[in-house]
């Protein structure tokens, strides 16, 4: 018997423009997903799920030199399709969890590669930001190729997390950003430039803790994720409601199209009027980042 578990996380600034070569900012979230494995007769799974978790959990199994089959037993305490890392998560956690089975312990750089082979078939073309969140924790701005930095947050982060079901996967709404960066290459580029600039203002504004300008630079990536097509209306509802709450910055986090956003509150204070309007019509849940 092996186990493993991984944290989840939210990418606060730069999704979707990271997988096509820009920088993004986010940071690891302490909800958890936990996996325990044992020998069966066939590879299966605790919980519903598409063949493609079975199939991803196969590349790993085998990447860690487990080629016989097991039982997977999950614990997660985030939906999946949501935003929140699930793919990259469970890649974690089942990694880690065959090292353990192995007698081994990866170090969360190693367990960060081992999932990003999970994330591949889960996603096709990942930025292999979420799977460095979830393997190493705390907060890191990412490149694609270049090893994650760790960011400085001046002040702790209060944020609300609200979340809709979602009926697309990441790698058809990742697909629909490149065909537009395919067939629209001059808007995508001055997009990718002003995400670019963004992103560097995010990162000295959360070593500065400059909330009201962080909450800003929430909505201006709020804008570029809509004009890549990625929001969705259930998404824009959930943030004119978390602004109605007071939120000082509100934007989609993950691939989107449903899913969750992140709303920023001024201070932990305003955490609860912010909830109460989301929590009206969509589940919602707090974290503290920092
Ligand atoms: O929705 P999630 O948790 O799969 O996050 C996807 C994040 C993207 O930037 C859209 C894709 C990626 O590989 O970085």
């Known amino acids: ?33 936990r ?51 699930w793919s990259a998560a469970y890649s974690v956690a089942l990694a880690r969890a065959a090292a353990d089975e192995q007698g081994i312990s990866l170090t969360p750089e190693q367990a960060s590669q081992y999932a990003y082979e999970g994330e591949k078939v889960f996603h096709g073309n990942p930025s292999g930001f979420d799977n460095a969140l979830c393997a190493l924790g705390g907060a890191l701005m990412f490149r694609r190729g270049e090893k994650p930095i760790s960011v400085k947050i001046g002040t702790p982060l209060h944020i609300i997390v609200a979340y809709v079901p979602r009926t697309k996967v990441t790698k058809d709404l990742v697909a629909g950003v490149s065909k537009i960066k395919g067939e629209r290459p001059e808007f995508f580029n001055s997009l990718m430039k002003k995400e670019e600039a963004l992103v560097m203002k995010a990162k000295d504004a959360l070593a500065k803790g400059d909330i009201p300008a962080l909450g800003k ?50 201070s932990k204070n305003d955490t609860k009027s912010i909830m109460g309007t989301i929590s009206t019509k969509y589940a919602v849940f707090e974290a503290q980042i920092g």
């Open 1 to 33: 018997m092996g186990q493993g578990k991984s944290l989840s996380k939210a990418i606060l600034f730069g999704e979707h423009f990271v997988v096509q070569g820009s920088y993004a900012i986010g940071a690891a979230l302490s909800r958890e997903i």
């Open 35 to 85: 996996i325990r494995i044992s020998k069966s007769d066939k590879l299966s799974i605790n919980i519903q799920s598409a063949q493609i978790v079975l199939e991803a959990s196969r590349k790993i199994l085998d990447s860690l030199g487990l080629k016989g089959n097991y039982f997977i037993e999950v614990d997660a305490e985030i939906p999946s399709s949501a935003g929140l890392g």
């Open 217 to 266: 630079l929430m909505d201006e990536n709020q804008e570029y994720l809509r004009q890549v097509g990625v929001s969705s209306p259930a998404l824009e509802e959930m943030i004119s409601l978390a602004k109605r709450g007071g939120a000082i910055g509100a934007k989609l986090t993950g691939a989107g199209g449903g899913g969750c956003i992140i709303a920023l509150a001024k």
